[in-house]
């Protein structure tokens, strides 16, 4: 792997973890006895990542104080959004001066949970120059990124309301679900345009129609959102 960091997207407020997430945030909910963003910590650590921003938002200071009481092998920083929530796209944004002397960025959502080969991912994403790279799943969902044969993201669309959004035309499109990891080079966090409310999606789908993004499939085993409560327990 070339220089590469980490962003642990934790600030959000959990509202679907209720009441889980009354007194605490998501990131610390835990799961078989560890909170969601140790088992986000360990995976990105054990890749061989050694600096780690974690942005925080919802009782961000506890989060604080459980990194400050469980030291790990890496260099963890906050980016620190308790002021204004600015979701996956204005996040990344504002954790910019984080991310500078890094080329590549793993981006991984807390409440995610999966035996992704996080080192492949990663090794593919540079093989390829892209300039972003979406761990994506053959799964059913309702929002879903749109690759030609070769894996080159083309589009978005939901299947619910019929909303579709093409950035590149091609024969034929594979539906994929996006898996809530992903990895960009640090040209992409130029190209937003600023630190405002804004989800990461519609910069991919904007930027696919002049820059090359990619898929990563991984369809063989564990993935699992722990984004809502009746997920704690199974």
């Known amino acids: 792997m070339k220089n590469i960091s980490a962003m642990i997207f934790a ?3 959990g509202t679907r973890l209720y009441p889980l997430t009354a007194d ?13 963003l140790e088992h986000v910590l360990r995976k990105i650590i ?3 990542i050694q600096h780690i921003v974690v942005n925080v938002h919802h009782f961000p200071d506890l989060i604080i104080q459980y990194l400050k009481e469980h030291p790990h092998d890496a260099e963890i920083q906050i980016s620190d959004e308790r002021d204004y929530l600015r979701d996956t796209g204005g996040g990344l944004k504002f954790a910019e001066p984080l991310l500078a002397d890094s080329e590549n960025i793993l981006l991984h959502n807390v409440d995610i949970l999966s035996d992704i080969d996080l080192g492949q991912l990663i090794a593919y994403h540079e093989n390829h120059g892209a ?46 679900a996006f898996s809530g990891i992903h990895v960009v ?40 959102d722990m984004g809502k409560f009746e997920d704690f327990n199974s």
């Not at 605490?24 to 969601?36: I, N």
């Not at 589009?155 to 093409?166: L, V």
């Not at 409310?197 to 991984?218: C, E, R, V």
């Open 24 to 36: 605490k945030p998501k990131a610390l909910v835990e799961y078989h006895g560890e909170p969601l």
């Open 131 to 176: 300039l972003a790279t979406l761990a994506v799943r053959r799964r059913k969902t309702s929002r879903y990124f749109l690759f030609d044969e070769e894996m080159r993201l083309c589009g978005w669309r939901n299947s619910k309301t019929g909303e579709e959004i093409i950035s590149l035309q091609t024969a034929t499109y594979q539906e994929l």
């Open 185 to 224: 080079h640090r040209e992409l966090i130029k190209q937003i345009p600023s630190a405002e409310k804004q989800s990461i999606t519609p910069i991919y789908i904007d930027l696919a129609k002049t820059n090359l993004l990619k898929g990563f499939l991984h369809n063989e085993g564990h993935w699992k």
């Open 46 to 48: 054990t890749a061989g």
């Open 11 to 13: 600030a959000g407020l």
